[in-house]
């Protein structure tokens, strides 16, 4: 991993109103290395806005902020549609999918139905579930 100033980028990226992301974060905070911030980029302000309500250090907001960030990131987390062009409703540009899926750190993904994406072979866990799994998942890859 990479570091910017001794400190490793986490990047969380959702969209619609951040609540994947922002329970992702209050999961993350508690258990992140120390020299770890949480960075939230949303795809619009609204969930820019909660995922920095629920502890994030600094968020952005835009293609651009996807593009930037995720060039820089040392681990990305989100819903599964931010690797989908138009994924999350329209919401993701092939821009920002692009950004994200060709963007070197690890990705930890929240496998979610509604944005048409079946993962054969995942089972079938309620949203809180896979959050938590996800959180463990992002932990141990920190602590590798």
């Known amino acids: 991993m990479h570091s910017h100033c001794g400190t490793r980028i986490i990047l969380v990226i959702d969209g619609q109103g951040g609540g994947v ?75 920002m999918a692009s950004a994200v899926s060709g963007a070197p750190a690890p990705k930890v993904l929240i496998p979610t139905s509604t944005c048409g994406i079946h993962v054969a072979g995942v089972e079938n866990c309620r949203l809180e579930e896979y959050l938590r799994r996800a959180a463990e998942t992002a932990v141990h890859i920190l602590s590798a």
Do not use: F, H, K, W
């Open 21 to 95: 992301g922002s329970q992702l974060i209050r999961l993350l905070l508690p258990r992140l290395p120390a020299d770890c911030e949480l960075l939230a980029v949303g795809t619009n302000a609204l969930a820019t806005g909660a995922m920095l309500r629920a502890g994030a250090a600094q968020g952005a907001t835009g293609e651009n902020a996807v593009r930037y960030n995720a060039s820089r990131a040392d681990l990305i987390l989100g819903p599964i549609g931010i690797l989908m062009a138009n994924g999350i409703l329209g919401e993701v540009s092939p821009e």
